[in-house]
């Protein structure tokens, strides 16, 4: 098993919409294979910094989902509406 650190600063004022297209990529994870959980986590003091804690079998089946089709489809819109920047990923 691997875990994934994924960090996203977002527009302020954009914070809700943000938790709430989680709910899609939530959605999308778990139909993924190798996914076991993600968790979303904002940065206390810091409302417009969340962090998505990702589970997955191992780094294959996360890297196969960040290519998919379906990533795409859930986080393209995001880049230019609602995020400072590009999200970072880290491998723990």
């Given amino acids: 098993m691997i875990t994934i650190g994924m960090n996203y600063h977002v527009i302020p004022g954009k914070e809700s919409q943000f938790t709430k297209a989680f709910e899609d990529v939530a959605n999308a994870l778990a139909q993924a294979d190798g996914h076991e959980e993600s968790r979303l986590y904002s940065e206390h003091g810091e409302p417009s910094k969340f962090l998505i804690i990702s589970h997955w079998k191992d780094q294959a089946a996360f890297q196969a989902f960040i290519t998919s089709d379906a990533f795409r489809n ?8 609602i995020l400072i920047g590009r999200p970072t990923h880290k491998i723990y």
Avoid: K, L, P, R
């Fill in 74 to 81: 859930v986080t393209n819109w995001g880049a230019s509406e």
